[in-house]
Structure formats: C-alpha cells, structure tokens
C-alpha cells in the first residue's frame, strides 16, 4: 500500500541521513587519520589483549595470518538494513567455520575518551566520588571546574544512584617504590549534563542530564548543558522530596526522600505536550526510578549512535548466538550484544571439558525477544552492551551478596576465563528474584540459574605463590569446586562478588585493616619482629600487622629482673605464637595496637564506645597516666576514664596513689558518671602510647569517672547488683538553703588558693569538710548515702574581710587556718549555698565531681534561720533567693558580692546559682570584693533559669523600714477597701485622689493614686463599624471609651480597692481601684508586677496607651507599669482597618485580650522578626532585655480559638504587614509578618501590577500618585497623652521607677 511503501521510504531516508553523519567502519575499524599514527586494527587488538587482565598482565601469542583470516571473516558478515555489523563492535568471529561469534570484554584498555557506560555511585565525599562499572570496573568523580565546583560532591549526588556517564580519560599511575611499587589503572568520568546530554537536537524520549541551578518558589531551575535551560515544577516532581540547605553544614536530610538543592543532579524527560523547537526553557518533569524502570524507547524512535545514552531501555530481539553471549538488534537500525554474565542466571557445566549450551536454549521461540538495557555505548568503535539483569531493568539493588570476609566451601567454577581468572558459584538464593522479566521466569531452567549468585576469582588471588598460566587454567577447569573467601561486594552494576582462594587469604585471622576491630580477640599469632624500646610485633596476614607496646607484654610491668628478661625472649621469639586482643586501631594510617596482657585477652567485662556506658557497670583496663589528681585508666577503642585521688583516699585509704600504681598496671574498675562535655577539653585524657590524641579539637570530649572500689562478690548479671546500681545511680536532691547546725561539720583537707590564669588576682581555697547527709540531703536519700563531702571557700567564712587579710593568697591562706583547722569541727553554724544537681549517689559516694559549697557567713545564716521559722512570706523582710523562689520587683535579698567588673558593676551571688547585677550606674564599681549585701530588686526577667536580675543597693534598713512605716502609719495593704475618695485632678493616665475616709491621714509623703488600667470601664466588642472623621482623631481631650469620661475635679468615687502599696524615695504610694472583684485573690487580681507574672494563654483586661509606629500594633496597659503590645495583625484581619488604627480605636480603649507564647517571634530572630521595645529612660538604663508581651485580641473574641494563629494552608487568604527590616529569604521578594509570629515572603513576581509599587524593583509609579495615597493612608500618628502629668507617662513602667 501507499502508507508501507511511504514508512519505508522515511525509514530508509532516515538510515541513510545516519550513515552520511556517521563515519563509516566497513571492517569493524576507524580509518586511519594522517595526523595521528596509530597500528591496524589487528595489532591494537592483540595489544589490548596483551593488557586487557582484570588485576594483571599475560601475554598472548597469535600469529598474524590468523587475525587476517578473522578480518576477512568479519568483513564478509552481511549488514543487511543496519549501520552497525552483527553484535557491533569488538566482536570477534572465529572457529572452524569462522563464523563462531566471540563477545570481547569491555576493559580498561578498550576504554577511550567519550566512552559512555551505565554507572552506580558508590561511595561519595567532598572532593571525588566512586563509580562502579560495567565489567567490574571502578571510575572517580572530581568536582566540576564549571558554575558548581564550589558545591561539594557530596550536595550533588547520593549513594546507589543510577546514572550514565562519560570517559574523560584513563590513566595508568604507578604508586609507591622498589618492591611495594604497585600500578593503579584509573578512569575518571563526567556526569556533566553537557558531556552526557550532547550539542544535538534534545529528545523528549531520552533521559535528560541536569544539575539544578536553583530552587524558586513553584519549581526547579535546572542546567542541560550548552546554554540550555529547564524548569521543572513541584507537581511533576513524582515522589517524596525534600528541599535541603546547602549553606548549611550540619544539616541531615531525610535519606529516603529525595534531595533538591543547588547542584543536585538528576536524569530529567521533557513533558509529553511540550513544544521542543520553540521553547527556549524546557519544561521538564522528574520521575521517579520505579517510573523510569519501565519508561522504554519507541521502535520508531531513530536516534544517531552519538545520542544513545546508556540506562535507555530498549525492546532487543536475539538474532544469533556468541559463544559468551547474545547478539541482538533494536530500533531497527542498531545492533549490540549481551554477555553471558549480564543475563542475571548462572549454569553449571556438567564435566570439564563441556562448556553450558542449556542457556541458549533459554533465548528461543517467544523468549527472542527480550527487554534490555543499554549499558555501555562507544560511537568510535560502534560498541554496544546491553543487560538483562534484574537489578538492571528495575533500577534497584542487587540481591544481597554474602559478606566480605565470608568463607564458601565446595564452590563450582561457573566459568573459565583463560589466564585471566575464574567465576565460581555461590549458594543458591531461597526464592528467585521477583523483577525477573516474565517471559525468563516461565523458563524453570533461567528461574533456577537466576537463583545462583557468583564470585570472581582472579589469578593473582588463586594461589599464595605464582601460578602458572597452564597450571591455572587446569585447576580452576569448568565444574571443579574450590574454597573461596569473599573480598569485596562493591561491584554494583555486575552483581558480582570478589574473591580469593589462596590459603594464605582464606585462612588468614583479617583481610585489611578495616576488618581489625578494637577488642576483638586473635588467637595464635605469630610473631614477626622484635622491636627496639621492646614492643614485639605480631602479623595477622595480608600485610596486616599490629604492635604490642612493651607495656602491654606482661600484667605486672613494672617489675624488672633476669627472670623476666628470659621469659620475655622465650614468649616472644619470633615465629612463636601468641594471644593477642586489638586495643585500638588508626585504619588510615594502617597502625594497630594490640595487647598480650593475659588479664585483658580473658576479661568478659570491657568497654569500647562511651555511649554503651551505663552507671554501675565494670570493666578492665590498664592504668596509662598518673598525675597528682587522679590515675587515668585506659580500654579499648580509646576510651579513657580517670579515678580521683579523693576517691582513692575515701574508699580504699590510698595516701599516695603515685607510689601505690604504676602505668600498665591491670585495674577492675565501676562506672561512677559518664557524660559528654560539649564545648570543652579535657587535657588530662592522653594515652602516653598513641600518638593520635582526640582532645586536639574543640570539639568536647566524654567524662568517664570511675571507683576502684569493686566488690567481687557483685555480679554483673545478679538482679541484686543491677538493682543497687540502678539505686546508686539516681541523682541526690540536696536543700539550698539548708541550716547546718554547729559541730556538724568536720575539717577534712585545706586546699590552698590558686592565681588566675588570664588575669590578676587568684581564687581563694576551700576547705572539705565531711557533712552528715540528713543535714542537707532529702529524708528519702539519706539511707542511700550517710556522708557527704562539701567544700567551705575561704571567702564564705565572714561577712566583710579586711583589706591585709585578703591582699594576697598567703595572707587569705592565713587567715582561713585560723579559723579552720584540719580534724576539727566547726563551732560556726553553716548554710548550703549551691550544688551540682546531677551528681548521683555513686559521685558524691566517691567524691566526684563538683563539691556542694557551704557559707559560714553570719548574716546569711541567721537570715535564712529567720526565713525557716517565719516561712518564706510577705512577712519576712529579706528574701534569699533560689531558682524556685517566687521573685517579684521591689522585693530585697541578701547575697555577698562575688566579683566586681570595672565595666559591668558588682555581680551578686545568692542561693542555688542565682545570680544578680548591681550595674555601673548604681555606684556597684564602688562595692568591696566578698561582702554580705542586701539589694532591692529593680529589674526582674524569669524567662530563663536561673532568672536574670537588676539590682540596688539598700542603704542599710532606710528602705526597710519605710516598708514598715506604711503598715505602721496606714494599716492598709493589698486588698482593704477605701469607702470613699474625691479626685484632686486628672489626666490621660491617672487620677490623684484624696481619701475621705476617717482615721486615713493624708501629708505630702502620701500619694494615693488610680491608674486608667485600674478604673472601671467596658470593653469593645469588635472593631467600630464607623471611623473616626480626621479632626475627630486630632481632638486630645478624654472623650467617649476612655475609662475616665465624665469625671471631672471634685467627684467623689466610692468602694474602692488598695491594689498595691509601695515606699519611692521617701514618699508613699498607694494605689487604688474602683473595678469589681476580689483582688486579693491572685486568680482574679488586676495588677501584675512584672510580665513573669503572666503565662501564656492568661485573659486580661487592658487599656490603650499608644500607638505603636509603622502600624505595628496598640501599646496597652493591663496594670499600672506594665506596657505589653497587641501586634496588628491580632487585632483585626480587615486590612482598611490595619492600615488605618487611628481611625478604629483610640488611646483609653478596653480591651480583653490573651497572652500569647513568644517562642514564635523568638525563634524567628534570625530573620529580623523583632519584638518592639519601648525605649524609655529608664528603661534603657535598667536593662536591654526585651521582655515585651505579647497579645491578642482576636484570640479573646474567637473564644480562644488558636486555628487563626497556626501554619497556614495552601491556597488560604490571609493578611501580613510589610516589613522592610526583615532579612529577605530568596531575593527579590517583600518580607511580611503573618499572624502568630510567621514570617512570608512574596516573590517580585507574584506582586499584584509590579509596576505601581514605588519602592520596588521595576516600579514606574509616579511621587504624585504615592503622595495621594499616603494622604488616604495617613501616616502620621496622633498625638497620645496630654501633658502636666508630673508624676509619669502611659509608657513608663513604674515597678522599674521604684
């Protein structure tokens, strides 16, 4: 017909365009180029033969009539309609007939530049990445010199990914020198999408090469290669997936989603209706592998040989039979092979001499036409390669191989490659795999051989001595059985393990270095050489060889005599077997320590990793470094712990541990503590025979602290042991704050003051003193620990020193050994000023770790005595803090003055670690050096723990006993009614009043006063359905809303509450309510002293103060001082009404209003989400921490409904504020605040006409119109707060004032 007659024409035009672009190959060879001098075919062939050995180099005689004869055979071989002879290139054709078809390997040495080969990565790391080829072949990675060679390889690619790649160049380097001089074959390839992806037309049935350039907001940019350009969206990305942050060092990504970040690279297709000749970016989708598993090339589809890209899956029909192989054609015009050892099923010949034909039986009838995929692809010498894998075609992992290191017994050479090496079989797998292709796995024969997995033994690795060529090839004869030992399992595109049958590997104790672990146990080693300083080294085979320490001979090592002379020469002559067991080993180095200490081979009882260390446990080691503090034990892998002389004196009596141990002794050891020191290094923790000490960086470091005190009779595995270890273990809450009586405490050790390190001065000494535990520890932990060693610092034993008692350390020293005498008690009572809360009962048992410190200061004692009887109340007077006290502005506290800084002012320490600032401003650089102190509290944030405090100083009990006056004066506290008040005037903020009840004296030191927080008034509902007009924002008089409105100067208010009294400067405030409710009540109380005070989620009542700038949101006051803000956007989600507060609300507006959680807006510092601040005077001069609360009210009127504030959900609308500030995330973008403390950002192109914003990238805008707009806008705040208020403003926080 018309159609066929017109297909085969285009067909053949189509063929005849390949074959004019091609160059032409009429006998399987290039032709020869004047420039480049290169041997004819036949002699580069058998040179490659010469060369072409997995691990080594035979030499192959053949005479050149015969390779004439097979040049002639291959040249009479029909090509019928293809470009390409049958099986491509580098198939050979020979045999009686010369016609027998023989699939050369594709080597190292037939490898060239341009080479295209299906890889799988291997291994990847910042600098190379490893490849595995076809054939057992191995290539590297280097980082591109192009745009991502600032990337490190390792944000590029992942392990067992699937990719093509290219050939740059092989190489032959030799390494090393003399006899160790070894010759390394290398093969460097590109994954570059302009390498693997070409300068030809782009195809939208092949696999696209690209790196990602960039990650937007709807999808992917990404990089094909030669100026061209993709775009991929995040709804063709099939899968899960994962955005990940290059910058970002110490991030860890989710390993089985897949990675998309600036340089990545994938294999991309181009969309199905998109237009290739007009786009100029691509649209592309990125399919996952189980997609691209099946995704095949279309029979029509003809691409030249240059474009064929291996991992393409093709359509294959067997047109004949190599001896090794299948040798196949696809797309009508194309022609390749199939090796024997890619069919994914191994035969096993039944004799010697026989080789397996039962396979080609497999590939007849309906099973000549097979799925395969493209492998290996070489347009120079029209080389194809093809597999049928099952890996392969369902781009996943291989069956699992044994393990390296395994020994297979009786396994059946499969496959005898002459001279070259052998395939032997592995056994066989329980079930056949399941990604057979179905028209195989109906053949019971291939469903039974896909079963059997292989090993490949080369001929350097069949004997220990070298073998001859001849002698190989009859030992290792096809269906002979040998014992083989697996080396490797890396060769991921073949499937193929590894290995070795010479006696010397197989019965060897390690095969590298990497095999050798730290505690294993080897048995009869022999010994190779006698080392000078006495270490013996022993070989483990294999060139593996580890060294014993001359410490590490013998248990007792330091004991040296004739004797042991003579047995050391005897046990350790060379050839002599011995006991060994691996102490650590350095696998880049290739260095090994081992140890022949008889007590270390046989203990049970070792530790190896720190983070396996439980309290309790025990565990031999040996002694490696001895100081004046402690003896430091080592184990295995490097870990090292140390026992403390004080642990020593007070569990087994050791006066002098440095005479009574030696190095190298063996010790039995408990686990006191093992935690991890972040941020930190121990120098103490070096193991005097290793050169490689892990305390080199800052990186921190393990402390293990260990007991010599080992019972024998406790066993490991008794549940009574297991049990009183558990015990033993639990932290001992000891009481801050608790009184010691006199006579309790006994002198143990008086430890001298030290000079500072970094600057002037020293630190005074402490003496330890032994305390009974019912003292100061809880009645529940006072069985588990009798005793309890504490330290009293020379500075904690008066109240104020002398300045010749404390100018120099000898002269502290003095002082302090008049006062405390070694053996003695304490005629003083004493106070527990702080303690390590994480000590255990095992540490403090074994005088571990950090002492608990006691005062002997007398004021703090007899306060804490008063505080004890009183209760910790409003009735005691001064307050000695702990981190559970409940701390309020204006309470006073005592504390003696730990450090006074020329910059900063005094720092004052209190109970449990607290501690305080008496600052520069309030004369603290004035204060003495260890003095009892009393202060009043200024400043107060209880955010963090311990909390951070502002202090200053009383003077003496001036402020004391105001307090008392206004008790004394008035009777009247929190929560006593006032039956009647007239107001003397009034402004925005308060109203002073007069008292007119009887017996309530009234002078110029009393100022009794309300707060518009405190008045009576209703709060809005909702916003004002009508502005207010312009003038109306303008008018500065108390209008309608206002808690004050309508009262005016002589008005009598009645059934009042005092909220608050307080003494300021000598004059007396009290503060008064008119609103109902029991304010004594904390639950239902409206003053709060500080915003401590108010967790998150807490309802309340507050008044507007101000406006806050640039429409951020309403400053408000819930009580008198206190200045907390409702951002914009938890006001109203009606944006008319946020860009115009001034015209909905006005200042004395109430409204109720929740407490929000700031972690939102703290944890988005980073991007300059601040949290306002008013920077008041005092404010400033106080303190620069921010603790600012934040409110809602559209949390209060949805009923604290919190849907509005969480994550919001695709295609939601919602409301944000410009915020210009804020570092810009993906420029350029506009940054917003969202409500609930999210940040958004809105990408240029994504603006609503771009070209109407003035202040934007590409905005044309005239100022006239900007103008205009900002008059409907109107910018300008307000006025707030009338003035003549004498006492304070809205803003000014009066607990700060005091």
């Known amino acids: 017909s018309y159609s066929t007659s017109h297909a085969s024409c285009q067909a053949l035009k189509h063929m005849m365009t390949i074959l004019q672009a091609e160059t032409s190959f009429p006998r399987g060879r290039r032709p020869r180029e004047k420039q480049e001098k290169e041997s004819s075919p036949q002699k580069r062939k058998f040179k490659l033969e010469k060369n072409d050995l997995l691990f080594g180099e035979q030499t192959i005689k053949q005479s050149k009539k015969k390779a004439k004869k097979n040049e002639s055979s291959h040249a009479n071989m029909p090509l019928g309609n293809y470009s390409l002879p049958l099986g491509g290139g580098h198939v050979r054709f020979g045999g009686k007939n010369g016609k027998e078809a023989i699939i050369e390997a594709i080597s190292f040495q037939k490898l060239a530049k341009g080479t295209k080969l299906l890889g799988v990565i291997r291994e990847v790391n910042d600098d190379f990445c490893l490849v595995s080829l076809p054939n057992m072949l191995t290539g590297y990675i280097l980082p591109s010199k192009k745009g991502s060679s600032d990337i490190p390889l390792r944000k590029q690619l992942c392990s067992g990914q699937t990719l093509s790649v290219k050939v740059?160049?092989?190489?032959?380097?030799?390494?090393?020198?003399?006899?160790?001089?070894?010759?390394?074959?290398?093969?460097?390839?590109?994954?570059?999408?302009?390498?693997?992806?070409?300068?030809?037309?782009?195809?939208?049935?092949?696999?696209?090469?690209?790196?990602?350039?960039?990650?937007?907001?709807?999808?992917?940019?990404?990089?094909?290669?030669?100026?061209?350009?993709?775009?991929?969206?995040?709804?063709?990305?099939?899968?899960?997936?994962?955005?990940?942050?290059?910058?970002?060092?110490?991030?860890?990504?989710?390993?089985?989603?897949?990675?998309?970040?600036?340089?990545?690279?994938?294999?991309?297709v181009i969309e199905e209706n998109a237009s290739i000749d007009s786009a100029k970016i691509l649209p592309l989708s990125l399919l996952k592998d189980e997609t691209l598993a099946t995704r095949a090339l279309p029979s029509t589809?003809?691409?030249?040989?240059?474009?064929?890209?291996?991992?393409?899956?093709?359509?294959?029909?067997?047109?004949?039979?190599?001896?090794?192989?299948?040798?196949?054609?696809?797309?009508?015009?194309?022609?390749?092979?199939?090796?024997?050892?890619?069919?994914?099923?191994?035969?096993?010949?039944?004799?010697k001499s026989e080789k397996p034909e039962e396979w080609k039986s497999v590939f007849e009838g309906n099973s000549r036409t097979l799925m395969a995929r493209i492998i290996t692809v070489d347009a120079r010498t029209k080389v194809i390669r093809l597999s049928i894998q099952p890996h392969l075609l369902s781009l996943s992992k291989a069956e699992k191989l044994p393990p390296p290191g395994t020994v297979i017994e009786n396994a059946t050479v499969i496959r005898l490659d002459h001279n070259i090496g052998a395939l032997l079989s592995l056994p066989l797998l329980e079930k056949v795999p399941s990604n057979l292709q179905p028209s195989l796995a109906r053949n019971n024969s291939f469903a039974e051989a896909s079963k059997r997995q292989a090993v490949?033994?080369?001929?350097?690795?069949?004997?220990?001595?070298?073998?001859?060529?001849?002698?190989?090839?009859?030992?290792?004869?096809?269906?002979?059985?040998?014992?083989?030992?697996?080396?490797?399992?890396?060769?991921?595109?073949?499937?193929?393990?590894?290995?070795?049958?010479?006696?010397?590997?197989?019965?060897?104790?390690?095969?590298?270095?990497?095999?050798?672990?730290?505690?294993?146990?080897?048995?009869?080693?022999?010994?190779?050489?006698?080392?000078?300083?006495?270490?013996?080294?022993?070989?483990?085979?294999?060139?593996?060889?580890?060294?014993?320490?001359?410490?590490?001979?013998?248990?007792?090592?330091?004991?040296?005599?004739?004797?042991?002379?003579?047995?050391?020469?005897?046990?350790?002559?060379?050839?002599?077997?011995?006991?060994?067991?691996?102490?650590?080993?350095?696998?880049?180095?290739?260095?090994?320590?081992?140890?022949?200490?008889?007590s270390l081979v046989k203990a049970k009882d070792c530790f190896d990793?720190?983070?396996?260390?439980?309290?309790?446990?025990?565990?031999?080691?040996?002694?490696?470094?001895?100081?004046?503090?402690?003896?430091?034990?080592?184990?295995?892998?490097?870990?090292?712990?140390?026992?403390?002389?004080?642990?020593?004196?007070?569990?087994?009596?050791?006066?002098d541990h440095l005479a009574d141990y030696h190095l190298g002794d063996v010790v039995k050891c408990r686990v006191i503590s093992c935690r991890k020191r972040v941020g930190k290094n121990l120098e103490t923790y070096v193991d005097t025979e290793s050169e490689e000490v892990e305390h080199g960086q800052n990186c921190g470091f393990w402390d293990l602290n260990l007991s010599l005190h080992v019972d024998d009779s406790e066993c490991s595995d008794n549940e009574l042991g297991i049990e009183k270890a558990k015990k033993m273990s639990q932290k001992i809450g000891l009481r801050a704050g608790a009184i010691l009586p006199s006579k309790s405490m006994k002198v143990v050790e008086l430890i001298p003051s030290i000079d500072k390190k970094r600057e002037n001065g020293f630190i005074p000494g402490h003496a330890i003193v032994r305390v009974k535990s019912k003292y100061i520890a809880r009645s529940e932990d006072v069985s588990a620990l009798p005793f309890i060693e504490c330290k009293i610092p020379f500075d904690q034993i008066l109240d104020s020193y002398q300045n010749e008692d404390i100018a120099t350390k000898k002269d502290m020293d003095s002082f302090a050994k008049k006062h405390l005498v070694v053996g003695k008690k304490i005629e003083q009572k004493g106070l527990l000023l702080h303690y390590d809360h994480k000590k255990s009962s095992y540490e403090y048992a074994s005088a571990v770790g950090k002492l608990p410190v006691i005062s002997l200061r007398p004021c703090l004692v007899r306060n804490a005595h008063e505080s004890s009887d009183e209760g910790i109340s409003k009735a005691a007077k001064v307050?000695?803090?702990?981190?559970?006290?409940?701390?309020?502005?204006?309470?006073?506290?005592?504390?003696?003055?730990?450090?006074?800084?020329?910059?900063?002012?005094?720092?004052?320490?209190?109970?449990?670690?607290?501690?305080?600032?008496?600052?520069?401003?309030?004369?603290?650089?004035?204060?003495?050096?260890?003095?009892?102190?009393?202060?009043?509290?200024?400043?107060?944030?209880?955010?963090?723990?311990?909390?951070?405090?502002?202090?200053?100083?009383?003077?003496?009990?001036?402020d004391l006993d105001s307090e008392d006056t206004v008790n004394k004066k008035f009777n009247i506290k929190a929560g006593d009614k006032v039956g009647k008040a007239e107001i003397l005037d009034i402004n925005f903020s308060r109203v002073n009043l007069k008292v007119l009840d009887e017996g309530f004296p009234s002078n110029?030191?009393?100022?009794?006063?309300?707060?518009?927080?405190?008045?009576?008034?209703?709060?809005?509902?909702?916003?004002?359905?009508?502005?207010?007009?312009?003038?109306?924002?303008?008018?500065?008089?108390?209008?309608?809303?206002?808690?004050?409105?309508?009262?005016?100067?002589?008005?009598?208010?009645?059934?009042?509450?005092?909220?608050?009294?307080?003494?300021?400067?000598?004059?007396?405030?009290?503060?008064?309510?008119?609103?109902?409710?029991?304010?004594?009540?904390?639950?239902?109380?409206?003053?709060?002293?500080?915003?401590?005070?108010?967790?998150?989620?807490?309802?309340?009542?507050?008044?507007?103060?101000?406006?806050?700038?640039?429409?951020?949101?309403?400053?408000?006051?819930?009580?008198?001082?206190?200045?907390?803000?409702?951002?914009?956007?938890?006001?109203s989600e009606d944006i008319k009404v946020l860009n115009n507060l001034q015209k909905y609300f006005k200042v004395g507006d109430r409204?109720?209003?929740?407490?929000?959680?700031?972690?939102?807006?703290?944890?988005?510092?980073?991007?300059?989400?601040?949290?306002?601040?008013?920077?008041?005077?005092?404010?400033?001069?106080?303190?620069?921490?921010?603790?600012?609360?934040?409110?809602?009210?559209?949390?209060?009127?949805?009923?604290?409904?919190?849907?509005?504030?969480?994550?919001?959900?695709?295609?939601?609308?919602?409301a944000g504020r410009i915020n210009n500030s804020m570092r810009l995330y993906r420029p350029p973008s506009l940054m917003l605040e969202l409500r609930g403390g999210f940040r958004g950002r809105c990408c240029i192109t994504e603006l609503d006409e771009p070209d109407d914003w003035v202040n934007m990238p590409l905005g044309r805008q005239e100022q006239k119109k900007f103008d205009e707009l900002r008059d409907i806008i109107e910018l300008e705040d307000p006025p707030m707060l009338h003035n003549g208020d004498d006492i304070d403003v809205a803003s000014n926080n009066d607990q700060t004032e005091r």
């Open 168 to 268: 740059l160049k092989t190489s032959t380097d030799k390494v090393g020198k003399g006899k160790k001089q070894v010759t390394r074959r290398r093969i460097e390839v590109s994954i570059e999408p302009s390498d693997i992806n070409g300068t030809g037309e782009l195809s939208r049935h092949e696999l696209l090469r690209g790196r990602i350039v960039s990650v937007e907001d709807h999808g992917l940019i990404v990089d094909l290669g030669d100026g061209r350009k993709g775009f991929c969206k995040f709804s063709n990305i099939e899968g899960e997936y994962e955005t990940e942050d290059v910058e970002d060092d110490n991030y860890s990504a989710d390993v089985s989603k897949r990675l998309l970040n600036e340089g990545r690279t994938y294999d991309f």
């Open 301 to 351: 589809y003809h691409p030249t040989l240059q474009d064929l890209q291996p991992g393409s899956l093709v359509r294959t029909n067997v047109e004949a039979f190599a001896t090794n192989g299948l040798l196949v054609s696809f797309s009508t015009i194309f022609r390749g092979s199939i090796s024997s050892s890619h069919f994914g099923a191994n035969w096993i010949p039944s004799n």
């Open 456 to 598: 490949y033994v080369h001929i350097s690795k069949a004997s220990s001595s070298r073998t001859s060529e001849e002698s190989f090839n009859k030992h290792y004869a096809p269906s002979t059985k040998h014992k083989v030992r697996i080396l490797s399992t890396t060769h991921l595109i073949d499937g193929v393990a590894t290995g070795a049958t010479a006696t010397e590997m197989v019965d060897a104790h390690v095969l590298n270095y990497e095999d050798v672990k730290p505690g294993n146990i080897f048995r009869n080693v022999p010994v190779c050489k006698n080392m000078e300083g006495g270490s013996v080294m022993v070989d483990f085979g294999l060139g593996v060889r580890g060294i014993i320490p001359s410490l590490h001979l013998f248990d007792k090592s330091n004991i040296t005599s004739d004797y042991r002379t003579r047995l050391k020469n005897e046990k350790f002559k060379i050839e002599r077997k011995v006991d060994v067991r691996v102490l650590n080993v350095e696998t880049k180095a290739k260095r090994c320590f081992v140890t022949a200490k008889p």
């Open 609 to 655: 990793d720190y983070s396996r260390i439980e309290v309790g446990q025990r565990g031999t080691g040996f002694i490696s470094k001895i100081d004046s503090k402690a003896v430091y034990v080592t184990f295995f892998n490097k870990v090292y712990g140390r026992v403390t002389a004080r642990s020593l004196a007070a569990e087994l009596g050791v006066e």
């Open 879 to 958: 307050l000695l803090p702990t981190c559970e006290t409940n701390l309020y502005i204006g309470a006073f506290v005592q504390g003696y003055i730990h450090e006074v800084n020329s910059r900063h002012g005094a720092f004052v320490h209190f109970l449990d670690g607290v501690v305080g600032l008496i600052p520069k401003l309030k004369k603290g650089v004035t204060l003495s050096k260890w003095e009892t102190v009393t202060c009043r509290i200024e400043a107060l944030d209880v955010a963090c723990r311990p909390p951070k405090i502002l202090l200053r100083q009383s003077s003496s009990a001036e």
């Open 1004 to 1131: 110029r030191t009393t100022r009794v006063r309300l707060h518009m927080s405190m008045a009576e008034s209703a709060p809005l509902q909702c916003v004002r359905h009508r502005p207010f007009t312009k003038e109306e924002t303008q008018i500065e008089e108390i209008n309608e809303g206002h808690p004050f409105y309508k009262w005016k100067k002589g008005k009598i208010l009645k059934q009042l509450i005092c909220v608050e009294t307080y003494v300021l400067q000598g004059i007396t405030f009290i503060e008064l309510s008119n609103m109902k409710g029991n304010t004594s009540n904390a639950a239902n109380s409206t003053l709060f002293q500080s915003p401590s005070e108010l967790k998150p989620w807490t309802k309340l009542s507050c008044v507007v103060v101000r406006f806050a700038k640039d429409r951020q949101g309403l400053w408000v006051n819930p009580s008198p001082g206190l200045t907390c803000l409702v951002p914009s956007l938890e006001i």
């Open 1151 to 1214: 409204l109720d209003c929740i407490v929000m959680n700031k972690k939102n807006w703290q944890k988005h510092r980073g991007w300059g989400l601040r949290i306002p601040k008013l920077n008041t005077e005092e404010r400033s001069q106080t303190s620069k921490v921010n603790d600012t609360l934040i409110l809602s009210w559209l949390l209060s009127l949805n009923g604290s409904d919190t849907t509005g504030i969480l994550k919001k959900k695709r295609g939601e609308l919602i």
